[in-house]
């Protein structure tokens, strides 16, 4: 069940407010274990300026038991697999905005992993249909409808069809910011018997109704399910497509950090969240400075590790040398050992017929990527710690 907190009153338009949408990953728990999106949920202002909405994603929420343990686990393979829930999340959310949202307001998405996809999906149905007006929620599941036929490019005329008949408000997305985005494998399609498909949903890596994205990414991470979807730089913020003027650069920036999946989005064990703090400082900072209101004790205490005034709970400071996990173990193997093709290929690895195994393939990174300070802290620090995928101008 989404987290929101509904503002006592409605701010003048002139001011405008922001939106928030926060969106985690697939068996986040909302427990001792919190994950990046969770902390900065905490930390950011629930006031009637800035309304805030959480989602903890596929099954992470309920009473402990055997069976419903079983379930959760399910859903998130599935989820991982084949998308499972996603059309969920992205409605519920959705559903939130147009709800709430008045000219002047202003959209922020996060989410991380297969949340930091679902708010790049949402983002994508925004840019295609707009937002509908509050009493027209019956509808959303049509909008969303016409929003994924449209990943055929022969359907995209479907999408604005829609709506221009619904007469939805055009918005822009002042910000999203996403940890380690997972694209799923396969989209189940309902105008396709729910046969899942691997189409990519339209405007998820390009979206010109952005304003400003950050993306933090995982360099450690081998995982066959959990290959990084990149977003396309260069492109333009296009606010008025109707405007004489040329539209100004869109503000994106993808940085690279230390360790696997989750030691970039968070969710292991607070004592060993070290690594999982540079990202999380970065993406506060970064969003805040973009206009993002955020609880500076909070901030300091969640991410920075000082301890609050009469609290009882320390959380530990960044660290470069913290310990770093091994995401790929067990079941994930037998992924490894699948073929897949080659077009797919990130790392050099030999082929055969179109085909070749991953065995744990690196992530590329390029040159001109960014790579955060703390992992040049981390490689002075541990002698040992020599990705083989940074490229040889990025360490020390």
């Not at 202003?106 to 937002?131: D, N, P, Y």
């Not at 009882?312 to 079941?331: E, F, I, M, N």
């Not at 992924?335 to 030999?350: F, G, S, V």
Request: proline share 8%; net charge positive; aromatic share 10%.
């Amino acid at each position: 069940m989404p987290l929101t907190r509904p503002a006592k009153a409605k701010a003048p338009q002139s001011e405008g407010r922001n939106l928030v949408v926060m969106l985690d990953g697939t068996g986040n728990e909302l427990g001792r274990n919190l994950s990046n999106v969770l902390k900065l949920f905490r930390m950011a202002e629930k006031s009637e300026r800035q309304l805030v909405y959480y989602d903890p994603g596929v099954g992470t929420i309920g009473r402990p038991s055997p069976w419903r343990r079983l379930r959760q686990n399910t859903e998130k393979v599935l989820g991982l697999a084949f998308g499972y829930g996603l059309d969920e999340n992205v409605l519920e959310a959705y559903s939130w905005l147009c709800e709430r949202w008045q000219t002047g307001d202003k959209i922020w998405l996060f989410g991380f992993s297969r949340g930091a996809w679902t708010a790049r999906v949402l983002g994508g149905m925004i840019h295609m249909i707009g937002l509908l007006r509050p009493d027209q929620l019956n509808m959303c599941d049509y909008a969303l409808g016409a929003y994924k036929r449209a990943s055929d490019s022969d359907d995209l005329s479907i999408a604005w069809h829609f709506s221009r008949v619904s007469a939805a408000r055009k918005a822009e997305i002042e910000f999203i910011g996403v940890w380690d985005t997972v694209a799923s494998v396969l989209v189940p399609r309902p105008d396709r018997a729910w046969i899942p498909s691997l189409e990519t949903l339209p405007y998820t890596s390009t979206n010109p109704s952005v304003k400003s994205l950050r993306h933090a990414l995982a360099i450690d991470e081998r995982r066959r399910m959990f290959r990084p979807a990149h977003w396309k730089m260069g492109q333009k913020y296009i606010k008025n497509p109707f405007s004489k003027s040329p539209p100004p650069d869109q503000d994106a920036v993808e940085m690279w950090f230390a360790g696997v999946h989750s030691d970039v989005g968070g969710g292991y064990p607070e004592e060993e969240s070290g690594l999982s703090k540079f990202p999380l400082v970065w993406m506060a900072e970064e969003s805040k400075a973009k206009g993002l209101h955020i609880n500076t004790a909070m901030l300091n205490h969640l991410a920075r590790g000082r301890q609050r005034k009469g609290g009882t709970h320390q959380y530990v400071k960044p660290d470069p040398s913290a310990k770093a996990h091994r995401s790929l173990r067990g079941a994930w193997w037998v992924l490894e050992i699948l073929p897949k093709l080659t077009k797919y290929r990130e790392w050099p690895r030999p082929g055969l017929l179109g085909l070749y195994f991953p065995f744990a393939e690196p992530r590329r990174i390029d040159e001109a990527d960014n790579v955060h300070p703390s992992v040049k802290q981390r490689q002075k620090a541990l002698a040992n710690y020599q990705p083989k995928n940074l490229p040889l101008e990025n360490p020390r």
